[in-house]
């Protein structure tokens, strides 16, 4: 395990539509590229495992092993998921793990409280939410996303690939700093609007320190989406020297080497804006000029599952 990892911003989908999440600043968050996962019929190993890990410290996990054992693992000293990095023993049927958050169901309401889910080598996967306050737990349906990708992680089992392109990453790092430059500007935005030059030097390859064309930021995404796979930036995440800064808050190389590539590009889309639904977002707050160019160096984004042309 890996005790300096923090639990950092994320949004992971439910599948019966309750949502885990922290809203990325300026934007929608949403899910890119979310993992499935298998039903689970309330799996009655998985039920006992959730409501366990629900009376646990937050962050902290619980094993079920083939003899029937609980095995308690405490969550990392300063705060944090146990799950992150651990490599559970191979008589683990299944893994559980909780964490306080805030989700947001369906009709818009907004609850805090404690989430457990729970997740076995299948792939099937269940989770329990209890509100702050409350005695009783609710079960939901299975989980997705990093949540899913976590707990198979820690069983040693290989997660779904990420359809995603990678140039979502730069993309979204981008939109997102374009949304809180637009947040943190506010009204001045309405007598000195935003300009392309402006918001061009934000795009994360764009190395030479100044204003760069709507043309020549398209050519610039296009050749990285040529040059790099989910795979090839992950083992350049696991090469760096453990002294290197980290490419996003947490992702060590020895983190990245403990995730595979599908469960690496949910961890890393996860913490950026969603590029699809910020970029729209954008649009409807921006000038039109500034629209135009957007479209122009961002317009082949296309949503989930989609690629750039």
């Known amino acids: 395990m890996y005790p300096h990892h923090r639990i950092l911003p994320y949004s992971s989908r439910l599948d019966d539509g309750r949502w885990v999440e922290h809203e990325h600043p300026g934007g929608a968050a949403s899910v890119a590229g979310s993992a499935r996962a298998n039903e689970t019929g309330k799996d009655p190993l998985l039920l006992d495992l959730a409501s366990c890990a629900l009376d646990l410290p937050n962050g902290g996990a619980v094993l079920a092993t083939s003899t029937g054992a609980r095995a308690p693992v405490d969550p990392p000293a300063g705060g944090g998921l146990a799950l992150i990095g651990l490599r559970c023993p191979p008589e683990t049927l299944a893994v559980a793990a909780t964490a306080w958050c805030e989700t947001r169901w369906p009709d818009g309401c907004r609850r805090s409280g404690a989430l457990a889910w729970s997740v076995d080598r299948q792939g099937r996967s269940l989770a329990m939410f209890r509100e702050r306050g409350a005695d009783d737990a609710e079960v939901l349906s299975t989980v997705a996303g ?80 040529e040059r790099n796979t989910w795979s090839s930036l992950r083992r350049g995440v696991v090469e760096q020297p453990a002294s290197a800064p980290a490419i996003l808050p947490g992702l060590a190389p020895a983190v990245a080497d403990w995730l595979d590539d599908g469960s690496f590009a949910r961890w890393v889309l996860s913490r950026v804006s969603d590029a699809p639904s910020t970029l729209e977002w954008l649009c409807g707050r921006v000038h039109d000029s500034l629209v135009h160019a957007l479209s122009a160096a961002l317009g082949d984004v296309t949503g989930p599952g989609g690629a750039v042309e």
């Open 146 to 225: 990093s949540l899913l990708d976590g707990g198979l992680r820690a069983l040693g089992q290989p997660t779904a690939p990420c359809s995603s392109p990678t140039v979502w990453f730069p993309d979204g790092v981008f939109l997102q700093r374009v949304s809180r430059l637009l947040d943190e500007r506010g009204a001045l935005c309405r007598r000195r609007p935003l300009t392309w030059d402006r918001v061009s030097l934000l795009y994360p390859l764009n190395v030479v320190g100044k204003p760069l064309s709507a043309c020549v930021t398209r050519h610039l995404r296009h050749g990285f989406h």
